[in-house]
């Protein structure tokens, strides 16, 4: 089983309990939902906010009834929110690292009646040997900041910064900290800017995670680039892998989402 602490939000913190109107949250707050209704996701207004690279990671591999799931860097929590709702049978523990992200996404985990079995640790993907057991975990999802400390302008707010770009910790650290805390034959998955695709390919390989399912994510038909790429990795696994057939977000340009990505949500 893995070691971990629970991490009691300091704030925001309303006993698990849907609010009623009158006390809907504060103006910096947004109470959004998945599945119908049937999932809430409190997130920031103006900071960061999830996008459909966490919906898509949510939904890219199935856990088994009892398994254990990891969501490192986990934002507000969505990803482990998503795959809590998909399967009532499995445990979600989510890492982050700043404090009041930290405490929003335990606060979605409790209020979405979660609360037995979504769990989050504050803490750094660097120092992943001191909040975790080695090889505690059946899955780890994982939707890493994209851009190189350098590169681009940074964000203002300081959410948004840490989550887009590699101020705190690099696509190799997450890799790293997956690495440590997946089983062995247990499976990683990540999704990634399609263009950095070898640097995050380079550090799977290396950390003895051998990709097995590639699907490259399009904007629309009709790109010639995929934007991203969604990889699971099987710890020690062989060398086969399978490329699956591109994923299309929009229907086209300017235009609505397709079906499969609509499904998603719903």
Same mark, same amino acid.
């Given at each position: 089983?893995?070691?971990?602490?629970r991490?009691?939000?300091?704030?925001?913190?309303?006993?698990?309990?849907?609010?009623p109107?009158? @006390?809907?949250?504060?103006?910096?707050?947004t109470?959004?939902?998945?599945?119908?209704?049937?999932?809430?996701?409190?997130?920031?207004?103006?900071?960061?906010?999830?996008?459909?690279?966490?919906?898509?990671?949510?939904?890219?591999?199935?856990?088994?009834?009892?398994?254990?799931?990891?969501?490192?860097?986990?934002?507000?929590?969505?990803?482990?929110?998503?795959?809590?709702y998909?399967?009532?049978?499995?445990?979600?523990?989510?890492?982050?690292?700043q404090?009041?992200?930290?405490?929003?996404a335990?606060?979605?985990?409790?209020?979405?009646?979660?609360?037995?079995?979504?769990?989050?640790?504050?803490?750094?993907?660097?120092?992943?040997?001191?909040?975790?057991?080695p090889?505690?975990?059946?899955?780890?999802?994982?939707?890493?900041?994209?851009?190189?400390k350098d590169?681009g302008r940074?964000?203002?707010?300081? @959410?948004?910064?840490?989550?887009?770009?590699?101020?705190?910790?690099?696509v190799?650290?997450f890799?790293?900290?997956?690495?440590?805390?997946?089983?062995?034959?247990g499976?990683?998955?990540?999704?990634?800017?399609?263009?950095?695709?070898?640097?995050?390919?380079?550090?799977? @390989?290396?950390?003895?995670?051998?990709?097995?399912?590639? @699907?490259?994510?399009?904007?629309?038909?009709g790109?010639?680039?995929?934007?991203?790429?969604?990889v699971?990795?099987?710890?020690?696994?062989?060398?086969?892998?399978?490329?699956?057939?591109?994923?299309?977000?929009?229907?086209?340009?300017?235009?609505d989402?397709?079906?499969?990505?609509?499904?998603?949500?719903?």
């Amino acid at each position: 089983m893995p070691v971990h602490r629970r991490f009691e939000p300091i704030f925001f913190s309303h006993g698990g309990h849907l609010l009623p109107e009158s @006390q809907q949250p504060l103006p910096f707050l947004t109470d959004d939902t998945l599945f119908q209704g049937g999932l809430i996701c409190r997130q920031s207004r103006d900071g960061y906010r999830f996008s459909v690279d966490a919906v898509l990671a949510a939904h890219f591999s199935e856990p088994k009834p009892g398994q254990q799931l990891l969501d490192l860097g986990c934002g507000c929590g969505v990803i482990g929110l998503i795959m809590a709702y998909r399967f009532p049978e499995i445990a979600v523990c989510s890492l982050e690292l700043q404090e009041h992200l930290a405490a929003l996404a335990q606060e979605n985990g409790d209020r979405n009646g979660f609360a037995d079995r979504f769990h989050v640790i504050r803490g750094d993907v660097c120092a992943i040997g001191s909040l975790l057991s080695p090889e505690s975990f059946d899955i780890v999802v994982c939707n890493p900041p994209y851009r190189k400390k350098d590169s681009g302008r940074i964000n203002q707010d300081d @959410q948004a910064a840490c989550a887009r770009h590699e101020l705190t910790a690099s696509v190799e650290d997450f890799v790293s900290a997956s690495a440590h805390c997946v089983k062995n034959r247990g499976k990683v998955v990540f999704i990634y800017p399609a263009v950095r695709c070898n640097t995050l390919l380079n550090a799977l @390989q290396l950390h003895r995670l051998t990709p097995k399912r590639l @699907q490259p994510i399009y904007s629309y038909p009709g790109t010639e680039s995929a934007r991203l790429i969604l990889v699971e990795a099987v710890k020690n696994g062989g060398e086969q892998c399978n490329i699956l057939a591109p994923f299309y977000i929009y229907e086209h340009k300017n235009g609505d989402y397709t079906p499969a990505m609509l499904a998603l949500y719903r």
